[in-house]
């Protein structure tokens, strides 16, 4: 048997080095947020609690688990939907759930937001952390319990004929929103809590700037995601052709 060839084994490339991660804010250490993540997670009377679905556990734009560094009083469970057991150890006088609203389910506003809880400080937010396909079938799959706690839906404003508004889409696109009110969990908590809390605006402002720089510092690792053009129906397409003919 011939021996290895010394020489050979000094050309060959070096093995790939693990990135290092931060131990604090888990991220990569070229893209590490402990600068603007509150030392000390601040408190609110909201309590949070997020439905976050398995695609979304290890998707490295994720947001949910900057919400859960930045803010104290944040539960978080990975499932496709709600459960009553994800409520047993909340006992809010009041619970929204933050999706756009639909011809059958109207939703409230945040400018209403405050005066429809009638100032009530004990309230649970639900947020579903996923895609907005995933966080549809999310919301469905969840309607029974949602019902059964007289949950409130909620929104930002939305226009379904708007593409994107969020951070994501007015910094850089990284993640592209299916129409302007559909934003990242993050940007979305942040909003509602700038609506409802006492020092509202001074949380909002804190939470969106995290969500800033998390955008900025990634700008400079990942390829921008071009806008796909919205595609026509057929019988748009086939209406424009006739106009055109």
Not at 11 to 26: L, M
């Amino acid at each position: 048997m011939e021996s290895e060839d010394p020489s050979s084994r000094s050309n060959s490339p070096p093995p790939p080095q693990s990135r290092r991660i931060c131990g604090n804010c888990d991220r990569p250490q070229e893209v590490c947020l402990c600068h603007v993540i509150p030392t000390t997670p601040i408190t609110t009377n909201t309590r949070i609690l997020i439905i976050h679905h398995p695609h979304e556990a290890h998707h490295k734009l994720n947001t949910a688990r900057l919400l859960t560094k930045s803010v104290r009083h944040v539960t978080t469970h990975l499932s496709r939907k709600l459960l009553h057991s994800h409520l047993t150890d909340q006992s809010p006088s009041a619970t929204i759930y933050l999706f756009p609203p639909s011809p059958t389910t109207p939703a409230v506003t945040l400018s209403d937001l405050k005066q429809t809880l009638n100032n009530n400080d004990n309230v649970l937010l639900i947020a579903f952390d996923a895609t907005w396909k995933h966080a549809k079938e999310m919301v469905k799959a969840s309607q029974g319990v949602l019902e059964s706690v007289g949950a409130i839906r909620a929104c930002l404003d939305v226009d379904e004929g708007l593409a994107g508004g969020s951070i994501y889409d007015d910094e850089l696109v990284l993640r592209k929103e299916p129409f302007k009110g559909c934003v990242s969990t993050l940007e979305a908590v942040a909003r509602v809590l700038g609506a409802i809390e006492d020092k509202g605006d001074d949380i909002e402002r804190v939470l969106i700037g995290v969500l800033r720089e998390m955008v900025r510092l990634q700008a400079g690792f990942l390829k921008p995601v071009k806008p796909r053009p919205k595609l026509l129906k057929k019988s748009k397409l086939n209406e424009m052709k006739t106009l055109l003919e």
